[in-house]
């Protein structure tokens, strides 16, 4: 659960899910002259859209810390080993028949505790410390992984696997925060380039709901995106009960951003 707290006292939450669906929105809508639409277009569009279904179970009951009296923001959840099988396991009820869908989003999840695999120089994110238990489960799931990817191109796969890591710091970009001045690199650009290869891409405000992105990515000009979030009235609660009760009962209020 994405968990932003507002000025004026009230809670907004974002469900992983949702970011899930924006990121498909921005992996489906991609390319264009300079950039390459997303090939297999059909597998990378579903991993997109799909990549934190894994989380469905846990939006269904979320966390609630007695002593803050809060539910935790999903960087402060525990990676527990139990955590990372339902994630596994949901994703892959998700994308079932789809190999290529569920390998790149297999890889996504065990590289978020690699630093991405370093493919990604900033916004920078450093390798975590894995409990001996955790770190043996996310072992296991590599070499199966690595074994995976012997069916199918390289190169391909890497750039798809890139490019999901780009869609998905987009996708946090909008959802844990207003727009703010940033850029992320390297973003690939073709299938063809050389490994590793890619160009600086600045997002600039140009309002609260505008984003300025340099080069510009998308298929369309511009591109408007939509995102859902739970409104809540307060940011702590006595108890779990009265938590989930204001959770459940939340309104729903929509963002539209427009990309240029």
Same mark, same amino acid.
């Given at each position: 659960?994405?968990?932003?707290?507002?000025?004026?006292?009230?809670?907004?939450?974002?469900?992983?899910?949702?970011?899930?669906?924006?990121?498909?929105?921005?992996?489906?809508?991609?390319?264009?002259?300079?950039?390459?639409?997303?090939?297999?277009?059909?597998? !990378? #569009?579903?991993? =997109?859209?799909?990549?934190?279904?894994?989380?469905?179970?846990? *939006? &269904?009951?979320?966390?609630?810390? +007695? /002593?803050?009296?809060?539910?935790?923001?999903?960087?402060?959840?525990?990676?527990?080993?139990?955590?990372?099988?339902?994630?596994?396991?949901?994703?892959?009820?998700?994308?079932?028949?789809?190999?290529?869908?569920?390998?790149?989003?297999?890889?996504?999840?065990?590289?978020?505790?690699?630093?991405?695999?370093?493919? !990604? #120089?900033?916004? =920078?994110?450093?390798?975590?410390?894995?409990?001996?238990?955790? *770190? &043996?489960?996310?072992?296991?799931? +590599? /070499?199966?992984?690595?074994?995976?990817?012997?069916?199918?191109?390289?190169?391909?796969?890497?750039?798809?696997?890139?490019?999901?890591?780009?869609?998905?710091?987009?996708?946090?970009?909008?959802?844990?925060?207003?727009?703010?001045?940033?850029?992320?690199?390297?973003?690939?650009?073709?299938?063809?380039?050389?490994?590793? #290869?890619?160009?600086?891409?600045?997002?600039?405000?140009?309002?609260?709901?505008?984003?300025?992105?340099?080069?510009?990515?998308?298929?369309?000009?511009?591109?408007?995106?939509?995102?859902?979030?739970?409104?809540?009235?307060?940011?702590?609660?006595?108890?779990?009960?009265?938590?989930?009760?204001?959770?459940?009962?939340?309104?729903?209020?929509?963002?539209?951003?427009?990309?240029?």
């Amino acid at each position: 659960m994405i968990v932003r707290k507002q000025d004026g006292g009230e809670l907004w939450l974002i469900g992983q899910t949702e970011h899930s669906r924006l990121v498909g929105e921005l992996g489906a809508r991609w390319g264009n002259k300079r950039f390459a639409v997303p090939e297999p277009y059909e597998s !990378i #569009a579903r991993a =997109a859209a799909y990549h934190d279904y894994g989380w469905l179970q846990y *939006e &269904a009951t979320p966390g609630f810390d +007695e /002593a803050r009296g809060q539910t935790p923001n999903f960087r402060e959840i525990p990676a527990a080993v139990a955590r990372h099988e339902v994630m596994e396991q949901g994703f892959e009820w998700v994308l079932a028949g789809d190999r290529y869908a569920t390998l790149v989003v297999g890889m996504h999840r065990t590289g978020l505790s690699r630093a991405r695999y370093d493919t !990604i #120089a900033h916004p =920078a994110q450093k390798p975590r410390v894995m409990q001996p238990d955790v *770190e &043996a489960f996310i072992a296991g799931a +590599e /070499a199966r992984q690595e074994q995976e990817q012997k069916a199918f191109d390289h190169k391909q796969l890497w750039t798809n696997y890139r490019l999901l890591q780009v869609w998905d710091l987009l996708g946090l970009y909008f959802c844990c925060d207003d727009p703010y001045e940033d850029y992320i690199e390297p973003v690939p650009e073709r299938y063809e380039d050389s490994e590793g #290869a890619g160009v600086r891409m600045t997002l600039t405000p140009v309002d609260s709901r505008t984003v300025k992105f340099d080069p510009f990515p998308f298929q369309t000009q511009p591109c408007r995106v939509q995102l859902i979030y739970r409104t809540l009235p307060r940011i702590t609660y006595p108890d779990e009960a009265a938590f989930r009760r204001a959770y459940y009962s939340a309104p729903i209020g929509l963002m539209e951003f427009t990309l240029v």
